[in-house]
C-alpha cells in the first residue's frame, strides 16, 4: 500500500477547443457548484482548433469564485520559464491564489518547431525542465533570477509579484529520467491518461519519484500525485474507453487507486455527455471517495 496522506482534491478536464466554448463556460461553473476543488486545461497551442490555454484560464477565472485552476501540462518549450511564471503569478493576485502550474518538456517536437520554439528532445529536454522548475520557483519567492548555461540565458531578471499562496510546479512526466527530475525538483506528478499510463504500470513509476526525492533530500510524502482519469460512469459506458461501470465500481476504483497506488488528485476527463457524467462525478463519485479513503486511513 502506498499513501502518502495528502488530502484528497478532485476535478475535471475542460475542452481548449474554439467551438466548445459555451459548454466549457457551463462546466466550469457548474464544477464550482458541484464542489470540486479544480478545473485543468490542456495546452497544445500548435492545434488551430484551440484556444490558447492561459488566455482561456484567465477568462474563466474571472467568472468563477472558489475553484482553482492548473494547466495540464504547460509547455515549457513554447513558454518561457521566467514569462511563465510571470503569468502565473499575476493571476494568482487576481485569482486570490487560485492557481496551479502544470508544466511538460513539450512532447511534440515537431509542432513545437512549427511556432518557432527549439525543438529540444532526449536528455537536452529533461535539463530543459529541471532548469525551469528551478527558474519559476526562485520567480515565485521573489528573487532575483540568474542562469547561464546551455539552455537558459536568465541574465538578471527581478521578480515579481510574489503569489498571496504557494505556486505549486506539478510535472508532467512518464519516463524514468523526468520522472526522476519530479522526485527532485517539483512539487507534483501528473500521470497521463489512464489509458496511457494504466493502473498496473503506476507502482514501479512511482518507485522512480521516491527514490529520486529520497536521493535528492526530499519526502516523497512531499510530491503530490495526480492522475488523469477518462472514462464513462454509468450504464450505456459500452465501447467506451477508460474506466467504465457505475458509481459503485468508480468509487470503489478510485479509493484504491488513492490508498494503494498513491494519487491525491483525480481529474475526470468524460467521453459522453460531460454535464451529465460532471453531475454525477461531482454530487455522488467524490463524497463517497472522500469518505472512504478518510474511512481506511483512521482504520475505521
Known amino acids: 500500500m502506498t499513501d502518502y496522506g495528502h488530502p484528497l482534491t478532485f476535478g475535471l478536464s ?6 466548445a466554448l459555451d459548454r466549457t463556460r457551463r462546466l466550469a461553473l457548474q464544477a464550482e457548484n458541484g464542489g470540486l476543488d479544480l478545473l485543468a486545461v490542456q495546452d497544445h497551442p500548435y492545434q488551430p482548433g484551440h484556444l490558447d490555454t492561459w488566455t482561456l484560464i484567465s477568462n474563466l477565472s ?4 472558489r475553484i482553482s485552476f492548473f494547466t495540464d501540462v504547460a509547455d515549457l518549450q513554447l513558454r518561457p520559464p521566467t514569462m511563465l511564471a510571470k503569468a502565473a503569478a499575476s493571476l ?3 485569482t486570490d491564489g487560485r492557481i496551479q502550474l502544470g508544466v511538460g518538456g513539450g512532447a511534440f ?11 529540444r528532445r532526449g536528455d537536452q529536454m529533461v535539463a530543459f525542465t529541471e532548469e525551469s522548475l528551478h527558474l519559476m520557483r526562485r520567480a515565485f519567492a521573489g528573487d532575483t533570477v540568474r542562469l547561464q548555461s546551455p539552455h537558459h540565458a536568465v541574465t538578471g531578471y ?3 509579484p510574489v503569489p498571496p499562496k504557494p505556486v505549486e510546479l506539478w510535472l508532467g512526466a512518464q519516463k524514468p529520467k523526468m520522472l526522476a527530475v519530479t522526485g527532485r525538483s517539483a512539487d507534483g506528478w501528473i500521470s497521463p491518461l489512464n489509458i496511457y499510463v494504466p493502473p498496473e504500470e503506476v507502482p514501479s513509476r512511482q518507485q522512480i519519484i521516491d527514490e529520486a526525492a529520497t536521493a535528492a533530500g526530499r519526502s516523497p510524502q512531499s510530491v503530490r500525485r495526480v492522475y488523469n482519469v477518462i472514462g464513462v460512469i454509468g450504464a450505456g459506458g459500452g465501447g467506451g474507453q477508460g474506466l467504465v461501470g457505475d458509481v459503485r465500481q468508480w468509487v470503489d476504483t ?4 488513492a490508498v494503494v497506488l498513491g494519487f491525491d488528485t483525480f481529474v475526470f476527463w468524460p467521453v459522453v455527455n460531460p454535464e451529465q457524467q460532471l453531475a454525477l462525478f461531482a454530487s455522488e463519485v467524490a463524497p463517497a471517495v472522500r469518505e472512504r ?8
Open 92 to 94: 494568482s493576485v487576481l
Open 62 to 65: 474571472a467568472t468563477t469564485q
Open 158 to 160: 527581478h521578480a515579481g
Open 254 to 257: 478510485l479509493t484504491e487507486w
Open 14 to 19: 475542460l475542452d481548449p477547443a474554439v467551438g
Open 109 to 119: 517536437a515537431e509542432a513545437i518547431a512549427s511556432m518557432g520554439g527549439t525543438p
Open 293 to 300: 479513503v478518510e474511512t481506511v486511513r483512521s482504520g475505521r
